[in-house]
């Protein structure tokens, strides 16, 4: 069967970062039809407009969750099956999209309907897999499956690499773009996953992808990852993940969910003291001030 696929981009001033990962879109098996890019960067960093590549420059960052909203909406448009969203860091296999298809025409039905489809993704510096999220009472969890030979559930992929059905985008609203960035795949394959909808990591479809810049440290004998996040990264990660475990949490979970995001901002506000010499107080800062917006519910971009 064919499939009328539509691939999105959200490009932010690495032009290195975005060639490779639009090259290695352009030399998948399974073609596209076309290539969507949102450049959020200050000055263009790509020029080229032409039956293949479209570029949708933007004069300020509209982030991650508006460039999606965009690329929906322009492949709902362009009446394409599926919309393959990447972030810039990221570049796949040149089988996997291929291997995507196939799986889905194997096994989505009416009984049994796909809404996210996506392939494994691993970290390039360490070989790790980057797992999925689901959503355990009170907190979204990375899922580890028991067995990585056969496709596997979660209630969200990460954004990048996630072939998108739009036959299934077409039940609900957009990705949410109050959120700006961070948690809007953790959203939206949960509104995916309320309509009915089941979401796919394929181990034998990969993609290669850059997580952060962490680092490992030791703090009273336990290993830490520390990330070096910017003030602006720990506030939407706070607020965005404040905001949404609480509102997916019920009942008493709810109590719960709030403690835990509370202790999450300590924790990290601990190990900027002690891991991280650039710009503390306004790290420390960002990550209370998002923390508090997530529970009053203050969304949009409000960080600079």
């Known amino acids: 069967m064919f499939y009328k696929v539509g691939a999105y981009i959200t490009a932010y001033i690495d032009n290195v970062a975005l060639n490779k990962c639009l090259q290695s879109i352009i030399k998948q098996s399974y073609q596209v039809e076309a290539i969507f890019i949102v450049d959020n960067s200050p000055t263009p960093i790509i020029q080229r407009q032409d039956n293949l590549v479209f570029v949708n420059h933007q004069s300020s960052n509209v982030g991650v969750g508006k460039g999606l909203e965009m690329a929906v909406n322009w492949s709902l448009q362009e009446g394409y099956d599926f919309l393959w969203a990447f972030d810039q860091d990221s570049f796949p296999k040149k089988d996997c ?5 196939k799986i889905y025409q194997k096994l989505s039905n009416d009984e049994y309907q796909i809404g996210i489809i996506a392939p494994t993704p691993i970290d390039i510096r360490n070989n790790q897999i980057i797992q999925g999220a689901i959503f355990k009472e009170d907190t979204f969890l990375g899922y ?23 036959t299934a985008a077409k039940t609900i609203s957009p990705p949410r773009s109050d959120l700006f960035i961070d948690g809007i795949d953790i959203d939206y394959g949960m509104r995916l996953r309320q309509k009915g909808f089941h979401n796919l990591i394929v181990p034998s479809a990969i993609m290669y ?32 993940h404040t905001y949404l475990e609480t509102s ?16 999450y901002a300590v924790y990290t506000i601990i190990k900027i003291i002690f891991y991280e010499n650039e710009s503390q107080l306004n790290k420390i800062w960002a990550c209370l001030l998002g923390t508090y917006h997530g529970f009053v519910g203050k969304l949009g971009k409000l960080w600079q």
């Open 144 to 166: 580890t499956p028991k067995s990585q030979e056969y496709p596997y559930e979660c209630d969200a992929p990460i954004t990048s690499g996630s072939l998108i059905s739009l």
């Open 248 to 263: 997916y949490a019920q009942g008493w979970y709810r109590l719960t969910s709030s403690l835990r995001r509370i202790k």
């Open 209 to 240: 992808h850059s997580f952060g810049n962490p680092r490992q440290v030791k703090f009273l004998r336990r290993e830490l990852t520390i990330h070096n996040y910017s003030a602006l990264r720990h506030y939407y990660i706070c607020r965005n």
């Open 97 to 101: 999209l291929e291997i995507l298809l």
